[in-house]
């Protein structure tokens, strides 16, 4: 059913490359209107002409480097001035720094902190303090229209990983968000919900070099495999989309049942 997003306004971090350009590619294909965000220019010009050179793709590029206020305020303020509104928010922007406990460094903890667990929040409560007033005065005049947040944890954020305490805390805290500000938001009909997918990307490619692990590894899927991000975009779009306007504070895994 095409154009299930149309003319909606949707931030996508981190959609340079990835299941976060797939989100992307599969919002614009639906109707959306697309900010593609990613600190490498390249990769989001590049996504961007992709979703542009499609006959009916409308997106614009934002390099803010996610993990401050600063940077938020700085991508809400792009997509209001290329689009005028924002009504999907999907907080995808992610960084690997994996290492056992007692290799990792302060450093290594707190960049994955900040960019997932810190950014995932600074963009909420950027949109989120956008739409409050607007969504207030809409509940008062019956006019009011659903508005979307869709954040990204993981399998390691909902049972844990080997080496990945930074990156586990900080999905396992993404959930806490979006179960939280489902209930603090649910008033102004503001849905939030969280995706953990396993896809094959950049990120996960490394885990499959050593042979032996790689089989370990796959043997955790009931599918047998990692999924492609072209497989984990449609369930965003769904989130995204009216199809889903009575679900929120939900966990939907999009990862080959590695979570049952």
């Known amino acids: 059913m095409p154009g299930r997003l149309k003319g909606k306004v949707c931030i996508v971090t981190g959609a340079g490359r990835g299941i976060g350009r797939a989100i992307a590619i599969a919002v614009a294909a639906e109707g959306g209107r697309v900010i593609v965000n990613d600190v490498d220019q390249a990769a989001a010009d590049a996504v961007v002409k992709e979703i542009v050179d499609a006959p009916t793709g409308d997106a614009r590029a934002n390099y803010e480097p996610i993990g401050t206020v600063a940077a938020a305020d700085a991508l809400l303020a792009a997509a209001l001035d290329a689009f005028g ?19 990792m460094s302060e450093e290594d903890f707190d960049q994955v902190i900040e960019v997932h667990l810190k950014g995932t929040w600074a963009c909420g409560r950027a949109v989120v303090r956008h739409w409050r007033p607007i969504a207030k005065e809409e509940a008062a005049s019956g006019t009011a229209k659903p508005r979307k947040i869709i954040n990204v944890t993981s399998a390691s954020g909902l049972r844990g990983s080997v080496g990945q305490s930074n990156y586990a805390a900080a999905k396992m805290g993404i959930v806490g968000l979006t179960k939280t500000w489902a209930k603090e938001l649910g008033s102004l009909g503001i849905n939030v919900n969280a995706i953990a997918p396993a896809a094959l990307t950049a ?7 050593d042979q032996d692990a790689a089989q370990q590894r796959l043997a955790r899927f009931p599918l047998g495999r990692y999924g492609e991000p072209e497989e984990i975009a449609p369930a965003f779009v769904f989130l995204a989309s009216a199809d889903s306007d009575y679900i929120t504070g939900q966990v939907l895994c999009v990862d080959g049942g590695l979570v049952t």
């Open 203 to 209: 990120m996960t490619e490394p885990l499959l070099q």
């Open 85 to 103: 509104d924002v009504d999907v928010l999907i907080n995808n922007a992610g960084i690997l720094r994996d290492k056992m406990l007692h290799n």
